[in-house]
């Protein structure tokens, strides 16, 4: 009994011997896989943005977001580009929240909602162009940077941009939290103005507040209904409030 238990012991010890330099190895690969993973988002999808960069229209930003969701998939991407860089500051999607302002003196649009929706299409479009996905992977690092983006945009995100984040950190090992807490809105997440709303009826509804400079805020003068894609003026007297009809 005891010579079969030392044969199992020794045979137990053999096999770890011969199966730790194999593990070793392997794991030594899965690093410099992921490490060259990490350099092709940061050669290849800068390099491929800049391609993009380099054939941007002349337009006004109201324009560019117009040509966000016509033409070709490559038509899309550049106009994504051209207006992430006609809006963020140096080009930068982290920098969103320094964005201000409106599509227009007359508009009730965000530019910083403008800017997000250049950003989720170019990412999208460049998913779906052959390697694209390395500049696609290359928009959501530069974007990850910003720990309230991923707050606001990422955890809660509309449900047919949450494929495109998974096959883009499928096929590129994008490093980094990626998850979903719940999908919320949808696309376009630029909103249409829908007039006045008591504070009563932004609270009921958990509604996103904007400030007079059009900026995402704890408190502000006008209200984003993400779920249901409106924007509205806030007023303190709640029998200014306007029922949803359903929407």
């Known amino acids: 009994m005891k010579k079969k238990i030392s044969l199992a012991i020794a045979l137990f010890f053999c096999l770890i011997s011969f199966a730790t330099p194999l593990l070793a190895a392997q794991s030594w690969d899965d690093l410099v896989a ?34 966000l969701w016509v033409g070709d998939t490559m038509s899309r991407a550049t106009a994504g580009v051209a207006l992430m860089d006609k809006i963020f500051p140096g080009g930068d999607p982290s920098k969103w929240e320094q964005v201000q302002g409106f599509l227009s003196n007359t508009s009730y649009q965000p530019r910083q909602l403008a800017a997000l929706d250049g ?4 990412v999208a479009s460049l998913n779906a162009i052959p390697n694209g996905e390395w500049g696609a992977a290359y928009l959501l690092s530069q974007f990850g940077k910003s720990g309230r983006g991923k707050v606001y945009f990422i955890e809660e995100v509309p449900a047919e941009f949450r494929p495109v984040i998974d096959s883009v950190v499928s096929k590129t090992g994008l490093r980094g939290d990626w998850s979903t807490v719940r999908s919320r809105g949808r696309m376009p997440l630029l909103p249409v103005y829908r007039g006045i709303i008591s504070r009563n009826g932004v609270e009921s509804r958990q509604m996103q507040y904007f400030d007079g400079f059009g900026s995402m805020a704890n408190n502000g003068r006008y209200a984003w209904d993400r779920d249901r894609g409106y924007f509205y003026q806030v007023v303190e007297d709640s029998s200014f409030f306007i029922p949803s009809f359903g929407f």
């Open 119 to 122: 950003l989720f299409v170019a």
């Open 34 to 67: 992921g490490m060259q993973q990490q350099e092709d988002i940061k050669q290849k999808g800068a390099g491929i943005v800049d391609q993009l960069r380099a054939q941007a229209p002349v337009a006004s930003e109201t324009q560019l977001w117009n040509a």
